[in-house]
């Protein structure tokens, strides 16, 4: 079962380990454990629901509450202490795009927000409901059958709630995949991450989602509008780009079709240490502007390599390597990098070489294929030690950017300072680590993990939060970076929006939205404030 307050399965725990727990209580103190809200008393607290009855609008107060917030920090903050300010007062879940229509019809109807679903993962607001008027929740869950496979295009159409496992279950029984997979790829849908612009930790090879969205339906106040397939136009401007990063502004997204793969034939993934940033970070550039067909370059740096080898929890072993990359000359301050390919066995194969060449340029020590595989393996688990830290005292949040290469080590130590200094009035230690997440010939996305200690407190962490996003954000801004890469906006991060596109590019937003939503009825509050 899912869990309503945290990440992820119920049944599924990653501990901290004893090794971890005293790495992170001797960088920021001992951890002081909050006390839970019960499910059911946060139940009691919401609001009867202001909507009129609907056959297929579910206002009971479960549902409801495990419809209202994401998985933000403020969302965890709200659920934990069991400060809801504002829930969905109904939730519906269509089975078909008349009845999409239907509901959006009833709540313009009821002057009522709407406020689309996928898998409730979003970090940076997407889910909150309106303040100042009723809000009907639409979860698309039930719309996400395959509905078109065209095996000489490669194209495949899903209904818009298909979730990614069952995605590529269902492409893979035809022997195709998509491969798309972000850190939230088992509970993440694709219209989800078609409308907040998605990037995956292979869209090396495979493209990132607006590479992938060839076309689609979506319902609006206004109508229908129609997405035809087509391999490439020159005929005016796309529209699908008005649907990627949408974030629910326009409509509903019903069904898309994407651009798929034939499974790889061979896949793999290696680390190489390299012995210091400098290092590493002209090394990674070296072998994305080569464009060698790799399928995913991930570069840590020192903090975040030295982290994760202590979280790892195989103390002997991590020792071991240690001692074996100090004597090739990757000692304190060395960068892991993991490299993967997939396809074809022949072209992966030499392009996995080339690039362990290209590495080795630089004084990178190949590790082998053991800690790649490693991390392929937990690589969707890692995430679950959010709710661990939170049990033992320690949150954990995120931010990521994109900058050019001439602004990226200097943008990633911005941010961290910027953490830092952000809680150190409060006498607090920050604990952050970064990593390139996906690489570019022309830059690199630079994706930053902060962890510090609870107050305890519902009011105090909150407060704590928005002083460490207000400074993250503004030195990214600062740094010339874009305010996301690939979690989209919200309402979290929409108040650096306009420093991304400007006067003149904000009040175009406005003008689309209202092209489509003239009642405003559709997500309000994100991507564009009021």
């Known amino acids: 079962m899912r869990r309503w307050n945290g990440w992820g399965d119920d049944t599924i725990e990653v501990p901290i380990g004893e090794g971890a727990l005293r790495f992170l209580e001797q960088k920021l103190g001992p951890g002081s454990v909050p006390r839970d809200a019960a499910f059911e008393a946060v139940c009691a607290q919401l609001a009867p629901s202001r909507l009129p009855p609907h056959p297929l609008v579910d206002t009971t107060p479960a549902v409801r509450l495990t419809h209202a917030l994401g998985q933000s920090l403020p969302d965890w903050l709200r659920l934990r202490y069991g400060r809801i300010e504002a829930a969905p007062d109904g939730v519906a879940f269509p089975e078909s795009a008349d009845e999409v229509r239907d509901l959006i019809r009833f ?56 979730a990614g496992p069952d995605l590529e279950a269902q492409l893979r029984a035809q022997g195709y995949t998509l491969g798309h997979f972000p850190q939230s790829f088992e509970y993440s849908t694709l219209g989800g991450w078609i409308v907040t612009r998605s990037s995956g930790q292979q869209s090396l090879r495979y493209g990132r ?12 106040p206004q109508g229908r509008l129609e997405l035809p397939t087509f391999p490439a136009s020159a005929a005016g401007p796309d529209l699908r780009e008005l649907v990627l990063g949408s974030e629910g502004r326009l409509g509903i997204l019903l069904d898309a079709t994407v651009r798929i793969s034939p499974v790889p034939e061979f896949e793999a993934f290696h680390a ?30 020192p903090v975040e390599t030295a982290t994760m080898l202590t979280l790892a ?39 996995l070489a080339a690039a362990l060449t290209l590495a080795r340029r630089f004084q990178g020590v190949h590790a082998g294929r053991g800690l790649g595989e490693r991390w392929k393996k937990n690589r969707f688990r890692n995430v679950y030690l959010r709710n661990a830290a939170w049990e033992r005292g320690y949150a954990i949040d995120t931010v990521e950017t994109a900058l050019d290469w001439p602004r990226v080590t200097p943008g990633m130590r911005a941010v961290e300072r910027a953490a830092a200094d952000a809680l150190a009035a409060d006498g607090e230690q920050v604990h952050a680590y970064t990593h390139l997440s996906h690489l570019y010939p022309q830059g690199a996305s630079v994706y930053t993990t902060f962890i510090w200690r609870l107050a305890g407190d519902y009011d105090a962490d909150l407060a704590r939060w928005r002083r460490l996003k207000t400074s993250v954000s503004e030195a990214i801004v600062a740094s010339g970076g874009t305010i996301s890469h690939q979690h989209g906006v919200g309402s979290d991060h929409a108040p650096w929006l306009q420093a991304e596109k400007g006067r003149l590019g904000m009040e175009a937003l406005r003008t689309v939205f209202r092209q489509f939503d003239p009642g405003g009825c559709m997500n309000p509050g994100k991507l564009v404030s009021p």
């Not at 927000?113 to 409730?120: K, L, M």
């Not at 590493?280 to 370059?297: C, D, F």
């Not at 071991?320 to 066995?345: P, Q």
């Open 209 to 220: 989602i607006e590479q992938l969205f060839a076309g689609g339906r979506m319902e609006t």
């Open 313 to 351: 929890g195989h103390p002997r072993q991590v020792a071991l390597l240690e001692t074996l990359l100090r004597l090739r000359g990757a000692g304190e301050g060395k960068c892991m990098l993991l490299v993967g390919a997939s396809g074809a066995r022949k072209q992966a194969r030499a392009a």
């Open 272 to 301: 190489v240490f390299l012995p210091d940033w400098e290092r590493a970070e002209t090394a990674v550039r070296a072998i994305v502007q080569a464009r060698l067909g790799m399928s995913m370059l991930r570069l840590s740096n």
């Open 107 to 162: 709540a313009v109807d009821a002057g009522a927000a709407v406020v689309p679903y996928g898998g409730g993962t979003s970090v940076c607001g997407h889910l909150d409901a309106a303040r100042d008027r009723p809000t009907l929740s639409v979860d698309m869950g039930r719309l996400r059958a395959l509905t078109g496979l065209d095996r000489e295009s490669l194209l495949a159409t899903f209904g818009a709630g298909v």
